[in-house]
């Protein structure tokens, strides 16, 4: 914005500056703006997905197209929507988490998606070990302490089928782009949120 300019926006702002003085007007405004804020949640994520392009993390392929190959091979396996893009989405947290990537993945999932898939998005680095832990003087069947549990399997397939075998030079992923329309209609209106009436309460 030029110096001098006038911000269109500077007046839609709340009033209180102590959350307990805050009106039903103030919350408006915010519930307002937090709402254009959400529809440009999957523009946001392209942009953090591209921060996984470069960084190979000693692997054959770089962070960014072994999220393009796990998400590729869900899609030509004819998984849903919902599903490819936790695919997509599933190591999205290595930059920021990288102890605990499953963890981010799974908080930013979890409004848009079943109960079946955050699950399994959450759980998915503990099965993924089940493929290297031993190398690494660790336990592979830490798995085995959800065995029972009704995803497990569904979890299990996940990174056998998709994650596991995602990391293959000679593989042709789809783009990125060919993936933002599947972000837009899963990641724009939210199932479950704090931040949403309860059915209960309806």
Known sequence: MADGAVDPHAHDRAKFHAMVDGTAEDWAIIAS????????????????LNLLKGDCGGFAIDRLEHSLQTATRAHQAGEDEEYVVCALLHDIGDILGPRNHADIAAAI????????NHWMVAHHAIFQGYYFFHHLGLDRNLRDQFRGHPDFEYTAKFCHVYDQEAFDPNFQSMPLEAFEPMLGRVMSTPKRSIYMPSRAAE
């Open 109 to 116: 999932l979890q409004p848009f998606v079943s109960e079946r």
């Open 33 to 48: 703006a937090s709402a254009e804020f959400g529809r440009d949640l999957p523009k946001r994520l392209v942009a953090h």
